[in-house]
């Protein structure tokens, strides 16, 4: 069975200062995705990064990047010059293409807070 | 082009009662999802539907919840005699044909209350 856990439950950032999340994960699967998701009041989950797992270079999407050490299995998310939009939950997840149907599994999620 | 729907937005209902939930996925996505998000449990995936395949059901707590969808398109989640654990937001995401992984668009969510 495949896990993730997100070990911060809650984290605080400055406006325009970098933070990061951290996600690891348990699989024996060895072609998979991570994601990091954003959900913010509304309830939108919206897809923020995307990493799969034959790639060695770490994905980015302009103020957003992984650190994807696969041995270790951690995939952590760094926001830098963090926006009052920013303010989400966020839930690292995986999916992998043995099943079939390329479901997720997400973590309890991290909620962060962007400070004026 | 339009989104992932859902509705109702939000649906309170009392404990016993049955209740259906909609999805509207993306137009000519053949792949669509159903996901609950409680507090207790977090982000759960209950089952699978792709094109005319039979649906992967693997995720469904009880044989009280099942989900149908016809025409390949709308889907509906029916919950029967509902209980106080069932209190979640239910998500639905729609995806193209899987070839290999593609992203999956999530709806806004139905919030449901069970007192």
């Known amino acids: 069975a495949q896990t993730v856990t997100q070990s911060q439950p809650e984290m605080s950032v400055q406006e325009a200062e970098t933070v990061t999340l951290s996600c690891t994960y348990d699989?024996?699967?060895?072609?998979?995705?991570l994601f990091w998701y954003k959900q913010p009041p509304s309830r939108q989950m919206i897809l923020v990064i995307r990493?799969?797992?034959?790639?060695?270079q770490n994905a980015t999407e302009n103020r957003f990047s992984v650190n994807f050490q696969k041995a270790a299995k951690s995939f952590s998310l760094k926001i830098s010059d963090s926006q009052l939009g920013d303010t989400a939950m966020y839930f690292c997840?995986?999916?992998?293409?043995?099943?079939?149907?390329?479901?997720?599994?997400f973590g309890k999620g991290t909620k962060l807070s962007v400070i004026p | 082009g339009a989104g992932v729907s859902q509705s109702p937005s939000n649906k309170v209902t009392e404990k016993g009662k049955d209740v259906e939930l909609r999805c509207d996925p993306i137009?000519?996505?053949?792949?669509l999802y159903w996901y609950r998000q409680s507090l207790g449990q977090g982000l759960e995936f209950l089952i699978y539907?792709?094109?005319?395949?039979?649906?992967?059901k693997s995720g469904l707590p009880s044989d009280r919840f099942s989900a149908e969808r016809t025409g390949g398109s709308v889907s509906t989640l029916t919950i029967q005699r509902t209980q106080q654990e069932d209190s979640a937001v239910y998500l639905c995401?729609?995806?193209?044909?899987?070839?290999?992984?593609?992203?999956?668009?999530f709806g806004p969510g139905t919030r449901l209350t069970v007192l």
């Open positions: 539907f792709q094109g005319n395949s039979a649906p992967d």
């Open positions: 990493q799969e797992a034959y790639k060695q």
């Open positions: 137009s000519g996505h053949t792949a």
């Open positions: 997840a995986f999916t992998y293409s043995g099943a079939g149907s390329y479901q997720l599994t």
């Open positions: 995401a729609s995806t193209a044909l899987l070839a290999t992984y593609n992203e999956q668009f």
């Open positions: 699989t024996s699967e060895s072609n998979y995705y």
